[in-house]
């Protein structure tokens, strides 16, 4: 018989047992699930609550899908996506508003598939992946590419863009090769009117069997690291984790002008080497002597092994961006900036030294009408949070003419020093001092303590595969700058006034909102 110890001892295992699991298996659980239930952001139970079994990395181990879920009582972001400056009435579309129209994607698409499969079985590969223009269809590529208007390149609101943030991050690859602009080097390419060859650093352009595309560009620099004070910033490593980083700052600022992107893990051997057709770029993998697998660019400058991306041993992180429509659908211009730096050791450019260089761009086309000009200052705004100098060009889709949006294409430069803030990069803005009551209104509530910048991209960066993106000092870096750029229009509001500064393209549509709009 049991002993009264025994059974006294016996259920006391069992109560342990039961606390220990109840409070480490199931109480997760259960909150886990609450947070499904309550998060109107995650698109779907069965898409994003398991880990993705397939071995999309190459390694043979789970990826983690891009998480798009957190606590509503505890969410900024979902808070700040609820206010009424991100609910703004959306224009209905008018005739020429929509950069493609579906059956032109299709069409285009049909024969590029018609066209991969036919070289792929006059090459004799009679197995690997087969293109179908059905699958391209289904696919979130083509949700993204048809969302594209003369507004922005998404809604505001969409479950597929987290959808194509998780593909980016997960989904198999079918071939790799260079990019377009490396490829131009070399006369390959007809693209020099839209994109600037490439003359220092290695990306790559991954493909996928839905025809999507995306350019990786594989970490070169740890986060903590800040760039040494005696680089020039054309010359200054491009980042992996500055690209995460732009976009999901773009987002929090409403522009919606960066193209969506994720980070992710690649295996250098399985996901780029074994399915690269290019010889170029296979010459150029080797293994270190840490038996690590390398490869380094074909460019026009810093381009040989002692600049090469290493894997550990084989995966290697990168930012994964994605790619917008053909330019054969969707032709775009590419601008020289305005106020583009000089690059060279020496010298400087007008804006530099002639204060009222502004003066004379307003009175050039096409600043002098439309909204080009005030585009610019946003991008400005947008460079000088991230401290990126290297803005050069910037590309507009033809379609849209000269009141379309600029697109905040390669933000890899940014994101450098968290120490120190260029000034200089928000010439436009203090020298046109002109700026959207849009732009103004929202870079106003994002200094308020409920919605501060800082802890906002700080919550939207955990989303990636790839967290953390930022250090600390870069995150609290944007709060700084926040308010730089805010002291500058103030100080344009005391000199000019309100309705030569602010720019209203909003109308009446805020009155009822209490916003701490800076005043004279």
């Known amino acids: 018989m049991w002993s009264a110890r025994s059974r006294f001892l016996i259920v006391l295992l069992l109560s342990t047992a039961f606390t220990v699991d109840l409070l480490f298996n199931i109480l997760p659980k259960l909150h886990q699930r609450s947070i499904r239930s309550h998060c109107p952001c995650e698109e779907s139970p069965n898409r994003s609550a398991v880990l993705r079994s397939s071995p999309a990395n190459g390694s043979g181990t789970p990826v983690e899908p891009v998480r798009w879920s957190l606590h509503p009582t505890l969410s900024k972001l979902r808070k700040l996506f609820s206010h009424p400056f991100y609910q703004r009435r959306t224009l209905p579309r008018r005739p020429g508003d929509q950069l493609l129209q579906k059956g032109d994607a299709v069409k285009y698409c049909n024969y590029k598939a018609k066209r991969a499969n036919r070289k792929r079985a006059r090459a004799g590969e009679l197995t690997g992946t087969h293109y179908s223009s059905k699958v391209y269809l289904a696919s979130n590529w083509l949700k993204f590419h048809l969302a594209i208007d003369r507004y922005a390149l998404y809604p505001r609101s969409d479950p597929f863009l987290n959808r194509l943030l998780e593909d980016l991050a997960v989904l198999d690859i079918s071939e790799a090769d260079y990019t377009y602009d490396a490829k131009a080097l070399n006369g390959r390419c007809n693209c020099k009117e839209v994109v600037k060859p490439s003359g220092v650093h290695l990306k790559l352009l991954l493909k996928f069997k839905n025809f999507g595309k995306a350019m990786f560009k594989p970490m070169k620099q740890k986060r903590e690291e800040e760039t040494p004070e005696d680089v020039f910033y054309f010359v200054d490593f491009q980042r992996h984790n500055a690209e995460i980083a732009a976009f999901h700052l773009d987002r929090i600022l409403d522009f919606r002008r960066v193209p969506p992107v994720a980070g992710r893990k690649l295996n250098l051997t399985k996901e780029v080497q074994d399915l690269t057709r290019n010889e170029d770029l296979k010459g150029t993998f080797f293994v270190s002597p840490e038996n690590n697998v390398c490869l380094f660019a074909r460019c026009l400058y810093s381009c040989k092994t002692e600049y090469a991306a290493c894997g550990r041993p084989h995966l290697l992180e990168g930012s994964m961006s994605a790619f ?66 290297d803005r050069h060009h910037f590309e507009v889709f033809t379609k849209f003419g000269k009141d379309g949006f600029i697109i905040h294409f390669d933000n890899a430069r940014g994101f450098g020093k968290h120490s120190h803030d260029e000034l200089s ?96």
């Not at 400087?348 to 009408?369: D, F, H, L, S, V």
């Not at 959207?436 to 802890?455: A, C, G, I, M």
């Not at 870096?477 to 926040?482: C, N, P, Q, S, T």
């Open 425 to 520: 990069i928000l010439a436009p803005l203090i020298q046109c001092c002109r700026i959207k009551k849009s732009t103004l209104l929202r870079l106003e509530l994002l200094s308020q303590p409920d919605y501060r910048l800082s802890d906002i991209m700080r919550e939207s960066l955990l989303h990636d595969a790839l967290s953390p993106v930022l250090t600390e000092p870069h995150l609290l870096a944007l709060d700084r700058r926040l308010q730089t750029t805010l002291q500058a229009v103030r100080k344009c509001l005391q000199q000019h006034g309100d309705a030569d500064v602010i720019e209203d393209d909003v109308g009446d549509e805020f009155d009822f909102i209490n916003s701490s709009v800076p005043t004279r």
């Open 324 to 389: 917008l429509p053909d330019l054969y659908l969707a032709q775009r211009e590419l601008v020289k900036n305005p106020w583009s730096r000089s690059y060279t050791f020496v010298g400087k450019e007008e804006w530099e030294i002639n204060p009222k260089y502004c003066e004379k761009i307003k009175r050039t086309p096409p600043y002098n009408t439309g909204s080009r000009l005030l585009n610019v200052i946003d991008m400005a705004i947008f460079d000088f949070l991230t401290g990126n100098m």
